[in-house]
């Protein structure tokens, strides 16, 4: 009689035991880790992002173009997401301000980016809230034109633009406010042709080129455009003529991403006539003018010709890793870690299938996971924005060397 | 094959109590005290036994989950459509019952193959251009394979050689495989008329994308027709109703391959429908010659 007593109690128990296994929601899971796909049902809506920004509360703010009717320039698109990825809210700002550049920068409470009126092609510096409220456009002073890239530096704004009158690439800093600090331009040579796929980047008729800007540790700032009638990474102190130069090959050759690390070492990318090089640590000449084709670099035949490429530098369980993101030839996005202090290999991953994936922006996130926003194609046709969550726990097992 | 096999494993079993029956010659002792023993005799017993069957399934939506999010369209467009009760599952039970006073405890753990469908819709069209339409449809079948333990109370109603029967209980599940397939077709008019498409069936294993345990209740009815040599005939059937999520919540979005095509489980429960037969014999007899006195 206990025997029984004790084989019932037995079953009751294992009963009960898978019973407590049972998979319970947990709305943690759901902000760690999850894929939406922004979708608008107008045929002829086309959207694509720029630049992502993580907002306090957990969710994310996107600065986006879009297609415009009667521009030949971009429409400026924002795009609040909660935590969980689902869509919150969508600014289609006015088509008086147009072409917006990254970065997305957080600054006190506010985001800010530039772009340009359509009319005078003057750069205007605009600011959003985190759940875009309101917009505030205003122009930054001093005339510049064509907005390229942006950085946020010492509290200031590094502007890159271009000025088609004087045929310069113009780097300027700039306070909140659009007052200008510095600037200073740098030819681009001479001649038609020279601006020809200058112009072509702004109404994305043409390759768009990984215009860049910052500062680097030893005081002098960078801008990857084009100088001299060739793409090259041009190191400054504002002085009338560049302190270094990385000699791109005219328009089809010259530095894809560049991200400062420490000194005169970068973690960097390059692209020449199609190919894809990836430079996770090299130390760049800083002075004097070199080339980009003798840099050499990890060749990835998988990359897409002249690649889109982002780096994020990420703290992953107390190791700095690399991530470099860029598009394949099998249309996803794909994710490359690098040891940052020796520019080893570590792991890929990719994203997306079916439709097409294409990158544009890494963040990793507070609960130091990554978010990766990117462009797909619905339907195999219509740009919608996405963003793809990836948890803490994924980025430790991506940034993992495997023994 | 799977089906076949089974049957002919019943068929063997029946054959082999079959064989085992002796005929018992009338003993001399007072039949009165004969019988009253072999009533108490028969107030327990063990009984062993296999069945299987068929099954349908039906999901219900506990949250819904999206990867596509409309910016300037209701949720509720493209909300999946799930199909109730429309795909043939099987089973296959050994039960295990011990029986006192009309009522049996039953343990009946079963390989159960379950299936169930949905589908959602997509469309992007032109104000301008009526032409300009184009509508995406996703066919979406999940094939889950799971081993359930159920713990069943059943309840003899009446009768000796008929003996119908209420059963009412509650089970546990143990994913053992789960695969998936995506059939995509859509309508392209932008391409100057009525283009029909197809694309390939998408077929991934989500064996990661379910919960690797659920749980639910159980109730049903079945009857038992004693062949008189010591084998019963069972037919049972089962409603089970889940109480638990079958989805994984941690891996929602772990298939790149469903994620590129827009598509994250919900969080469901699963009811099934399931009709067995089978075949019972007692484990306790009042002889060595297998007689159990069943009448």
Known sequence: MIKKNISVLFIVIALFSFVSCSEDSNPEYDTQTFTTIFDNNKFDASYFPIDMQETPDGGYVILGGRKLADNNFTGIYLLKADKFGNFVKEIEVEETSVNPVADFVEFQTKYYFFCMDPLTQVAQIASVDANLEAVTITPVQGGLTYPAASAFVDNNFVLLGYNNGDKQTVISILNADGGILETQGYSIGTGEDVEEPIIKHYIRTGKQYPFEVGKIANGLYFFNGFYNYTFSLVFTDFGDDPVGVVQGQQDDGGFSAVTPLNGNKFASSRFNFGDNYLLPNKELSTSGTTSSTDLGGYSLPELVSNARVKILRAAVDSKNVLIYGSDTKSKQIGLLYYEESTGKFISSRYLGFSNPFEIASLVQTSDEGLAVCGTTYLAGRFPRICIFKLSKDQLISDATVSE | ?295
């Open chain 2, 1 to 295: 094959m799977k089906r076949l096999n089974l049957f002919l494993l019943c068929l063997l079993i029946v054959v082999g109590v079959f064989g085992q029956e002796k005929k018992r010659k009338p003993s001399a002792y007072n039949k009165q005290k004969q019988s009253q023993e072999d009533e108490k005799f028969l107030e327990k017993q063990w009984w062993l036994g296999f069945k299987a069957g068929a099954n349908l399934s039906k999901a219900n939506v506990e949250k819904t989950y999206s990867i596509i999010a409309p910016t300037n369209y209701e949720a509720s467009t493209i909300g999946k459509k799930y199909d109730s009760y429309n795909l043939l599952g099987s089973q296959a039970t050994i039960e295990v019952s011990f029986y006192f006073k009309r009522f049996l405890l039953s343990f009946q753990p079963t390989y159960q193959h379950s299936r169930f469908s949905y589908s959602n819709s997509f469309e992007w069209s032109s104000t301008d251009e009526a032409a300009n339409h184009v509508q995406l449809t996703f066919e979406q079948e999940q094939k889950l394979d799971h081993m359930i333990f159920p713990l069943i109370i059943k309840y003899d109603i009446y009768g000796n050689k008929l003996r119908p029967y209420v059963q009412i209980g509650a089970y546990s599940a143990l994913l053992l495989n789960a695969t998936k397939s995506i059939t995509t077709t859509g309508i392209d008019n932008a391409a100057g008329g009525e283009n029909e498409f197809a694309t390939e069936t998408i077929n991934v294993g989500a064996t990661d994308l379910f919960a690797k345990y659920h749980w639910g209740l159980m109730g049903g009815i079945g009857v038992n027709y004693n062949l008189g040599n010591n084998v019963r005939l069972n037919l049972d059937a089962m409603y089970k109703l889940g109480m638990s999520n079958i989805s994984s919540t941690e891996n929602r979005y772990g298939n790149d391959r469903l994620s590129g095509v827009g598509e994250a489980m919900d969080d469901l429960t699963l009811d099934n429908i399931s009709v067995s037969l089978g075949c019972l014999f007692p484990m306790r007899f009042l002889s060595s010659g297998f007689k159990t006195l069943d009448k």
